[in-house]
C-alpha cells in the first residue's frame, strides 16, 4: 500500500459530512460530525499510518471483540469482506492533498511524507473540476491569477503544478489545498455553487495545525493533571516534543513525540487524552485485524494488531503509545509500558 493510501485511510478527522454540506449551504465551511475535527489529517493518525507495522505477540494474550479506548475512540476488529467494514469505507469521506508548497520545509520533518500533490494524475474532467473551483482565489506572487492544473507530458492526465509558490486572495502564503473524496478516490463534495469543495490552507494554517510547539507543563495545563512519560529505553532520543491538540468542544490530547536526530517520522508516539465524559459518545471505527489484551502491573493493556499500538487507562487519562517496527523487542517494550504505570 502506498504511503498516502495508508494515511487517508486511517485519518478518520479528515472525514466529513457531504450531507451537513448540502443542507447547510448557507454555511461558508464545511458542517463537521461530531467528534470530527476541521478537515485536516490528525497528527496521531498520520504517525500511526506513517509507522511500518511490526508484529509483537506477548504470551497469554485475550482476544477482544470490541474495545471502548474509554477516550474519544472505540473499535471494533472485523474482516475486510464484513458487511460493516465495507459500508464504512462506502461512507467515509476522506482529505487529500493537491497542492502542496515547494518551499516544504516550513513543515515539522514527519509530516512533508504526506506534504505532496496527487502524483498519479487526473483526468480532464476533474482538473476542470478543480481549476473550477479554485479559479480567482490563487494567485502568483505577483498578485496574478494562477491555473493550477495543467497537462502532464505525453499523457492524457493533468497534475498540480509544480515549483510554484502561491498566494491566496488576501496575500497569504498557501502551504497546501486539499479536497475531499471517498475512499475509493471519488470526488463527490460540492459547495453552495456548485463547485468542488476545497480547502486553502496558508502556511500560517499548517504550522499551527502540526508543530510541535507546547512545553511540558502547557501540555499538564491542557490536560487539566499530570501525565506520565516514558523513562525506559528513552535515553537515546532527543527530548520529547508536544503538541496540544482539540477544542473545549471535544475530547483534547496531548501528542508526545520522540525522534533520535532529525528523522522523519521517529520511533516513538504517545497520545494523552482525559477519560470522556458520560454523556459524550466515542467516534467508532471498524478495522481489519485483531485486538488483544494483557496485563501489566494490574493495569490492562489493548493492543491493536496489526498496528504495533497500544492502548491503556492509568489516573484518569487514556494513553495510546505507537512504535515504529523493529526499534524495540518485545520486553523493551513491556519495559516502556511499565515504566509509566508503575
Request: glycine letters at 6%; one cysteine or more; aromatic letters at 14%.
Amino acid at each position: 500500500m502506498k504511503g498516502q493510501d495508508l494515511v487517508n485511510r486511517l485519518a478518520r478527522d479528515g472525514m466529513i459530512d457531504i450531507e451537513q454540506v448540502r443542507e447547510n449551504c448557507h454555511r461558508q465551511y464545511v458542517q463537521q460530525k461530531p467528534f470530527v475535527k476541521k478537515l485536516r489529517w490528525s497528527t496521531a493518525a498520520v504517525v500511526a499510518a506513517c509507522f511500518v507495522f511490526a508484529t509483537v505477540v506477548y504470551a497469554a494474550t485475550v482476544l477482544t471483540e470490541r474495545f471502548d479506548t474509554g477516550g474519544s475512540m472505540s473499535l471494533t476488529p472485523v474482516a475486510y469482506d464484513s458487511t460493516e467494514f465495507q459500508e464504512q469505507q462506502a461512507s467515509t469521506f476522506f482529505g487529500r492533498s493537491i497542492y502542496a508548497n515547494s518551499r516544504a520545509d516550513f513543515l515539522p520533518p514527519f509530516i512533508r511524507f504526506v506534504s505532496y500533490d496527487h502524483f498519479e494524475g487526473f483526468d480532464s474532467g476533474t482538473a476542470q473540476l478543480i481549476n473550477e473551483a479554485l479559479a480567482g482565489k490563487i494567485f502568483t506572487a505577483d498578485g496574478a491569477p494562477f491555473v493550477l492544473m495543467v497537462p502532464m507530458p505525453n499523457q492524457d492526465l493533468y497534475r498540480a503544478e509544480r515549483g510554484s509558490v502561491l498566494y491566496n486572495a488576501n496575500g497569504y502564503e498557501i502551504g497546501m489545498i486539499t479536497t475531499v473524496t471517498t475512499y475509493d478516490g471519488e470526488f463527490t463534495a460540492f459547495d453552495c455553487d456548485g463547485l468542488l469543495w476545497v480547502e486553502i490552507l496558508t502556511v500560517t494554517d499548517l504550522i499551527n495545525q502540526f508543530e510541535f510547539s507546547a512545553t511540558y507543563e502547557e501540555a499538564i495545563m491542557f490536560l487539566g493533571r499530570n501525565f506520565r512519560l516514558p523513562t525506559a529505553h528513552v535515553d537515546a532520543f532527543n527530548p520529547p516534543k508536544f503538541q496540544v491538540e482539540g477544542s473545549i468542544e471535544t475530547i483534547g490530547r496531548v501528542n508526545i513525540r520522540y525522534v533520535r536526530g532529525d528523522e522523519l517520522f521517529g520511533d516513538l508516539f504517545l497520545s494523552v487524552e482525559n477519560i470522556r465524559d458520560e454523556s459524550m459518545e466515542p467516534a467508532h471505527l471498524y478495522f481489519v485485524g485483531e485486538i488483544t489484551r494483557f496485563e501489566i502491573a494490574g493495569v490492562t493493556i489493548h493492543r491493536i494488531i496489526p498496528h504495533n499500538a497500544f492502548w491503556w487507562i492509568h489516573d484518569d487519562l487514556v494513553y495510546s503509545l505507537s512504535l515504529s517496527a523493529g526499534t524495540f523487542t518485545d520486553r523493551q517494550i513491556e519495559e516502556i509500558i511499565r515504566s509509566m504505570i508503575e
